[in-house]
Structures are given as C-alpha cells and as structure tokens.
C-alpha cells in the first residue's frame, strides 16, 4: 500500500456529505484515478468541483481531500498527477468563508516543505509555480517565500516572480 491510499483508507468517507449530495464514498476512487491506481492504471483528471468545492465554497470532504493531496505530493505520482494535485490543493487552501479553507490551510502548512521540495525541484513546466502558490497562501514566514521567491525566480512564473499571486494574503490565510 502507498501512501496515497493509506490516507484515502483512513478517511471516513461514508460520514461525509458530498457537494454533489450523496456521500462522499465516490471521491476515494476519483482521488485514486487522479493519482493513476484506479481500474485504467494511469493517471485521470477527475474534477472535484461541485463535489469538494465551487467557485464560493468548500464542502464537508475538503479537509481529507487536502490531506490525501499531500500523501500525494509525498508519494511517487507521474508527473501530471502531481499537478493536479497540487490545483486541487490549491482550490482547497484559497477558498473563503467557513472554517474549511482555514482547516484545510492548516492541514497544508504541515506538508509545507514538500511544497517547498516542489518549488526548488522544478521538476515539471507548471509545478513549481503551482507549489509556489499554495506557498504564497499558507506561509506565514514572509522572509523565506521572498527568499524562495529569489532563488526560483528563473523557473517560476511571472506572477510568483513578481508577487503578484500573493499580493492579497498576509501569511495568515486570511484576505
């Protein structure tokens, strides 16, 4: 067992109610077609919207969605399945209103270093920016995103480079 489906087997996905309206039984099997351990053996976009967010919220399964997305990031995934993790862990940490996007930060600055591992890594066209992100939102340590910042600046996005994707958080998560 890898970690990815250590974490999807120790959440309780049969409690948690789905943006979708059911329960939330069905995302284990997206999470592992994402990750590409499900029936095809490759990686699969699955989208979570309407399930696990939308554009104004989160739902109940965000923070296990979070936390399955990390074991991801620590797990050996392809490289695309990578990516989309960390978009889904982004949808995850930059969302507003209910205590989930703070519990969801929260759970997010405890894999902080692998986002780091990901920014420094530059292992795929994309990633590090996306890491870098997710770092903007959760990394109370202004001084070393900036530093980070610095030292990625050749393969990092225009938007890390100059600030501008986190321009409207502090370090604390919050707008």
């Known amino acids: 067992m890898r970690l990815i489906e250590m974490e999807i087997t120790r959440q309780d996905w049969k409690e948690m109610s789905c943006g979708c309206g059911n329960t939330a039984e069905h995302l284990a099997g997206y999470l592992l077609q994402l990750a590409g351990r499900g029936p095809e053996q490759r990686p699969i976009n699955v989208s979570f919207e309407g399930h696990v967010w939308s554009p104004a919220a989160l739902w109940e399964p965000a923070p296990s969605v ?22 889904l862990l982004h949808c995850m940490v930059a969302g507003e209103g209910t205590e989930l996007p703070q519990r969801c930060r929260a759970l997010a600055g405890q894999g902080i270093w692998l986002l780091y591992e990901e920014v420094m890594s530059n292992r ?18 202004r001084a070393r995103l900036r530093r980070v910042r610095e030292i990625a600046a050749e393969w990092l996005p225009v938007c890390c480079r100059t600030g501008q994707c986190d321009d409207e958080f502090d370090g604390s998560g919050l707008v």
Not at 66 to 72: I, K, P, S, Y
Not at 124 to 141: M, N, Q, Y
């Open 66 to 87: 979070t936390a399955v997305a990390l074991a991801a990031l620590a797990d050996d995934v392809a490289p695309i399945a990578r990516g989309w993790f960390l978009d």
């Open 124 to 141: 795929s066209p994309g990633v590090a920016g996306d890491a870098f992100e997710i770092l903007a939102v959760i990394e109370p340590d």
